[in-house]
């Protein structure tokens, strides 16, 4: 199978990381794989490193008039079968690139409700949620022509833990993501408020919420107990050096963080935003909280920390669960057939 995978996302974030993932796993396969990406000099290292040298892009707004060209030099060079955009900007530009009698299918991998008026010309979505499937048909969408991808997450088990910025004794948390409103770190800051001074909060991310967070942090006179750690690349070792993750989102399509918190097997709180709510088996691989409660949150949290037996029950389970569905040779699997579906409905017309 030769497939190109095009990519025009933001230099963080949860689809741009699985995209380097799956693009690297699937080389590792034996899949002929061409990665097109916008300019972003720490991705094209990653992806170079893994033996994927990427094609890079501007993919610029309403007067970049090159990017169109350039891609479709690269796709009638590499000759796929399958062309698979990442997002609404790269969806617009692999159509602009294609011609009706090019020889490759056009797919759209869609991570959240985004417009789908992009993916016109597609001949088949993948969407890593039932949930998202679901939204996709109620938008007018063939059912047939959509089907479910689920993400992987790297096996961290076993991995060193980190080095936390925390006095001994400290109880450590973990919580990652963009600083975004979305994420809602601001109901789990104040979840710290209403646990004891031992437990302390890394916070793995950066984002336009950051000054606002930091001053909800003081507000709150959680003083040392809340580190902010920027965006950092060694997920394993965080969570390896954590007791727990929590993810606090009010907005969720999936959260591949849950499935890190899985693969890890540390126990997982998140709140019962559209991703978590999917992923998870309340009280058996995780717990789930209302949105934007941030006393429930701390009573889930403080549950866990109180009864580490249940704790260690729940982090199995969710391991478990990883290594059935989420781990990487399952969605290898399932991303095989998906393409081989999707260059079938091209050969089939």
């Known amino acids: 199978m030769r497939v190109a995978h095009v990519m025009a996302g933001a230099v963080q974030g949860g689809a741009e990381a699985f995209f380097e993932r799956l693009v690297l796993a699937q080389h590792r396969a034996g899949l002929d794989v061409l990665a097109v990406i916008r300019r972003e000099p720490g991705r094209a290292a990653r992806l170079a490193a893994g033996g994927v040298a990427p094609v890079q892009l501007g993919f610029g707004g309403p007067l970049d008039w090159l990017t169109a060209g350039r891609l479709r030099a690269a796709l009638r060079g590499f000759r796929p079968q399958v062309v698979v955009a990442w997002m609404n900007r790269a969806a617009g530009f692999a159509r602009a690139a294609t011609s009706p009698g090019d020889g490759w299918a056009m797919a759209g991998r869609l991570g959240g409700a985004y417009a789908l008026k992009h ?19 109620t938008q007018g969408w063939p059912a047939d022509r959509v089907r479910l991808v689920p993400n992987f997450a790297a096996d961290l088990a076993g991995t060193p833990p980190a080095a936390l910025p925390f006095p001994p004794g400290a ?13 809602d770190f601001p ?8 646990l004891p001074t031992p437990v302390h909060l890394a916070l793995a991310g950066e984002g336009p919420e950051r000054a606002a967070l930091e001053g909800l942090v003081r507000e709150l006179g959680l003083g040392s107990r809340v580190a902010f750690l920027g965006w950092r690349q060694d997920v394993g070792a965080l969570l390896a050096a954590s007791r727990m993750l929590v993810v606090p989102s009010r907005i969720e399509p999936l959260g591949n963080v849950v499935l890190e918190g899985f693969s890890a097997a540390r126990p997982v709180v998140a709140t019962a935003a ?38 260690e029950a729940i982090a199995t389970a969710g391991r478990a669960a990883f290594l059935a569905r989420h781990a990487e040779g399952p969605v290898l699997a399932a991303w095989a057939a998906f393409l081989a579906e999707a260059a079938a409905r091209k050969e089939q017309g």
């Open 119 to 137: 993916y016109r010309g597609c001949d088949l979505l993948a969407a890593n949620t039932q949930g998202l499937c679901d939204w996709i048909t």
């Open 171 to 183: 109880v450590p948390l973990l919580a990652m993501g963009r600083l975004h409103p979305n994420k």
């Open 187 to 194: 109901t789990l800051l104040r979840a710290m408020a209403l």
């Open 274 to 311: 559209d991703g978590p709510r999917e992923v998870i088996r309340p009280g058996e691989t995780g717990l789930l909280t209302p949105i934007g409660d941030h006393a429930a949150l701390a009573a889930a949290i403080t549950q866990l920390l109180d009864d580490p037996a249940r704790a």
